[in-house]
């Protein structure tokens, strides 16, 4: 199974950050529109199955 461990847009939390918890981190996707480019955030997990969006790093 493909999971976001795996994928280019996966940021794991880090081990300093105050919210960090293993297996824990943020998904990053680039956007652009009209008025330019902008990032979606959104927590997920290492283990998490992977979505559409889903890009091999
Ligand atoms: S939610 Fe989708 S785009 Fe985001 S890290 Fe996981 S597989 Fe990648």
Redesign the pocket.
Known sequence: MTT?KN?S??FPVPENAGDYEAGKGD?V?EKQDAKGKYWLSKP?RTD?P??P???KA
Do not use: L, N
Request: hydrophobic share 25%.
């Open positions: 976001c994928c847009f996966y998904c996707v997920t998490s992977s979505c969006t889903f890009k």
